[in-house]
């Protein structure tokens, strides 16, 4: 499909089928991820996919409760992505002090994305999930309390029918010109 139709026709996904995700497809979805631009190339990421059904279970039971159980949609979701950011390299960091500007989260951005869109492709639904209890997604995967998760992403098949609206988005004009502000 060509690229801006396949942007077109990601929605996030908050409804997922019970129905295993192949591991060549999860693959080919952390590849993409793989492959992302980083500020001074420092790929400041780490994937853990968790898809074992009993450990996803958990995962998702210390993820979404008290005052995350908003997104307790998750829940449904037979694989889920956990986005650590990793530390960048010295010159990014520096530069961002500069700058002001968390180079990090951008990189994360990005490679999530192209997670996301390599998904739809493959005919998977994901969502991004940024509201989450941290302290228990590293305590379910031993991950350290130093590290740091900004992001997970849900990740299966769906059924295209069930999505909900459509979002809407700012029109052209009110987001983008040409020479001025
Ligand atoms: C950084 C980030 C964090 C998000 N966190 C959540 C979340 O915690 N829960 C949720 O249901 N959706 C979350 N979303 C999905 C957005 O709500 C969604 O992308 C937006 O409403 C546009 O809808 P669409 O993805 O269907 O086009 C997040 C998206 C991004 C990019």
Redesign the pocket.
């Known amino acids: 499909m060509a690229l801006l139709d396949l942007i077109k026709n990601?929605?996030?996904v908050?409804d997922f089928l019970d129905t295993p995700v192949e591991r060549d497809k999860i693959m080919m979805c952390l590849e993409a991820a793989r492959l992302a631009p980083s500020a001074s190339n420092s790929q400041p990421w780490r994937f853990i996919v968790v898809d074992d059904r009993e450990l996803k279970d958990k995962l998702c039971a210390a993820a979404f409760s008290g005052l995350y159980r908003?997104?307790s949609?998750g829940k449904t979701a037979p694989v889920m992505v956990v986005v650590i950011s990793e530390k960048s390299k010295f010159l990014a960091r520096i530069g961002g002090m500069f700058r002001g500007t968390k180079y990090y989260l951008i990189d994360i951005?990005v490679a999530c994305e192209h997670l996301v869109l390599e998904a739809e492709d493959l005919g998977l639904g994901t969502?991004?999930?940024?509201?989450?209890n941290e302290r228990g997604v590293k305590s379910v995967l031993n991950i350290p309390q130093s590290k740091k998760i900004d992001?997970l992403i849900a990740l299966g098949y769906y059924d295209r029918e069930k999505l909900?609206p459509?979002?809407g988005r700012e029109p052209m004009d009110k987001i983008a010109s040409f020479n001025s502000y």
């Open positions: 990601r929605k996030s908050r908003i997104n949609f951005g969502c991004w999930i940024g509201w989450f992001i909900g459509e979002h």
